[in-house]
């Protein structure tokens, strides 16, 4: 059989499989919609929001309600969503640097966070002004073998006076299970019982609209994450957001712009339509994002690679882990992904250093908006066990073309026969 063929007849299966878990998240858009409409009507969104002012930005009514539109949606008290935040870090730093103070304790209840954050925690590197070069305390909980949070050990490790619990939702860069809403909601109850005035911080990238509750419906203070990830609903140009408890928002908003401009200050430079309209967006690109994961599942599960999560498990996220054992065919596919990419198909991704990570990486991102993850793309450390992991999807035939032509790289370098 040609390579071809056999890589649509395996796709074309994993199509199959996966067509009921389809059907359940087309079906969950129409109530992740109806929350986004209801705060659109509630704060009165018109056209003459998508104009914003100049300079300073101060009465920017455009800000302004698009603030108060993402707290209803996230179910927050307050937010703030700024295309002054470069990404998703960006934004979570803000809100770290922002909270914490000389002497507090910040403590990690996920195990080691996400590689970009390591040198603003200060595991990595020096000299850049990282939170224990301004005297922040930082310890971790190790996860459990299975990749777990343990919860056992978690009042031991709240025996000390902590400022901040910061719990990572998605799986990153590990292999272990991606956090749900309910997981996130005990786990913020356990802490305050421990030490009610602790704050709950999660980094809530890539799990925007995955389910009917967000963090902060469920205990947790403060959350953040990106814009050009599942919020932007692919079309927001760059920017992150912060929500949650308004006296930290406000801290968190002080930090990106100086202590008494706070969240007044910043102008949208006349792209709150994009905001907006990209928020629209979002519950039907989060979708198709999460179709677009359980198709990579069924795909190289069907192949016996070991995926995460299982095709048919709970979904707390959009990231779909691949474990290939080996750097040859983690390039293979994401030249292949590459190649089926609107933007760059003629490029080859190579590894290389990328700021903020301690491996190099190699990407097949050839998306519209530069590093976005809310379009299909694949990245992976180049490091054992060698894990790809894909995100996002504009829709699940995208993914399909994609997965068709890493199939076919698969084959003709012979890692597969096409029979």
């Known amino acids: ?17 996966s067509a009921g878990r389809a059907a359940e998240f087309t079906a969950q858009v129409g109530q992740r919609l109806e929350r986004v409409l209801a705060a659109f009507a509630a704060e009165r969104l018109g056209s003459h929001h998508f104009a914003s002012v100049s300079g300073y930005g101060h009465g920017d009514q455009g800000r302004e309600v698009l603030d108060r539109v993402f707290a209803r949606v996230l179910q927050a008290e307050a937010a703030a969503v700024r295309l002054q935040f470069v990404s998703g870090t960006h934004a979570i730093s803000a809100a770290l640097y922002g909270v914490l103070r000389p002497g507090d304790r910040l403590l ?12 603003v925690i200060g595991l990595r590197g020096s000299g850049q002004g990282s939170l224990a070069e301004f005297g922040i305390h930082y310890d971790e909980l190790a996860l459990l073998a299975d990749g777990s949070v343990d919860q056992g050990g978690l009042a031991d490790a709240l025996s000390v006076p902590t400022r901040m619990v910061l719990i990572q939702r998605s799986c990153g860069y590990s292999w272990r299970p991606s ?23 999660v980094d809530n990238c890539y799990g925007e609209l995955v389910e009917s509750q967000e963090p902060t419906a469920v205990g947790a203070d403060l959350i953040a994450g990106s814009l050009i990830k599942n919020l932007g609903g692919t079309i927001v140009p760059t920017g992150g957001y912060v929500a949650g ?17 706070g969240s007044e200050g910043g102008t949208g430079f006349d792209l709150y339509r ?19 994961a359980e198709l990579v599942a069924e795909v190289f599960s069907g192949l016996g690679y070991p995926v995460n999560p299982m095709p048919g498990a709970m979904r707390a996220d959009v990231i779909q882990a691949v474990r290939l054992g080996s750097a040859e065919p983690l390039q293979t596919i994401c030249r292949a992904f590459q190649a089926a ?12 250093p990328m700021p903020g990570y301690e491996s190099e990486l190699v990407m097949a991102g050839g998306t519209f908006i530069d590093g976005s993850t809310s379009e299909f793309s694949a990245d992976a450390p180049l490091r054992e066990p060698y894990v790809l992991y894909a995100q996002g999807g504009t829709h699940r035939a995208h993914a399909q073309l994609a997965l068709e032509r890493a199939l076919v790289a698969l084959a003709d370098s012979g890692v597969f026969q096409a029979n």
């Open 245 to 261: 408890r308004a006296d930290l928002v406000e801290m968190a908003c002080c930090r990106l712009t100086a202590p008494g401009i």
């Open 274 to 292: 994009l905001l907006f309209q990209g928020l629209f967006l979002a519950p039907q690109m989060v979708a198709e994002a999460l179709i677009s």
């Open 108 to 119: 990690a209840i996920t195990g080691r966070p996400y590689d970009t954050l390591e040198e």
């Open 1 to 17: 059989m040609a390579a071809s063929a056999w890589a649509k007849e395996q796709v074309a299966a994993a199509l199959g499989r």
């Open 179 to 201: 956090l749900g809403v309910d997981q996130i909601g005990l786990l913020c109850g356990q802490v305050k019982e421990i030490q009610p005035a602790c704050i709950c911080f």
């Open 341 to 352: 990419s609107p933007v760059g198909a003629y490029l080859d991704p190579v590894p290389a």
